[in-house]
Nanobody
Framework: QVQLVESGGGLVQAGDSRRLSCVAS????????MSWFRQAPGKEREFVAA????????YYADSVKGRFTISRDNAKTTMYLQMNSLKPEDTAVYLC???????????????WGQGTQVTVSS
């Protein structure tokens, strides 16, 4: 497993952009599929985006497709989530996750970060 630490959250206005980062420990980062999930108060954890170990394939939830971009830099053991055209409904704690399977199912991910809060004001 890898240890994951997110950063980049904060308070933004609707329409703004923000980039989240997830730094992983360990030299096997490129072996892991990585994903972003989010959880708003009183709601279940929601899949946002996933990327394969090589970065060659990505997958997005319909709610963020065309606005968010997931990427990774294996040399820096870091994954990113570029969020554009943010909406109030994007407000949530954003968590990064790593696992052996490229999936939108949270149960397939073995390593989780603590999360970073993103709040979008209208």
């Amino acid at each position: 497993q890898v240890q994951l630490v997110e950063s980049g959250g904060g308070l933004v206005q609707a329409g703004d952009s923000r980039r989240l980062s997830c730094v992983a420990s360990g030299r096997t980062f490129s072996y892991y599929a990585m994903s972003w999930f989010r959880q708003a108060p009183g709601k279940e954890r929601e899949f946002v985006a996933a990327i394969t170990g090589s970065g060659g394939n990505t997958y997005y939830a319909d709610s963020v497709k065309g606005r968010f971009t997931i990427s990774r830099d294996n040399a820096k053991t870091t994954m990113y989530l570029q969020m554009n055209s943010l909406k109030p409904e994007d407000t949530a704690v954003y968590l990064c996750a790593g696992g052996p399977v490229f999936s939108q199912n949270a149960r397939t991910y073995k390593s989780w970060g603590q999360g970073t809060q993103v709040t979008v004001s209208s």
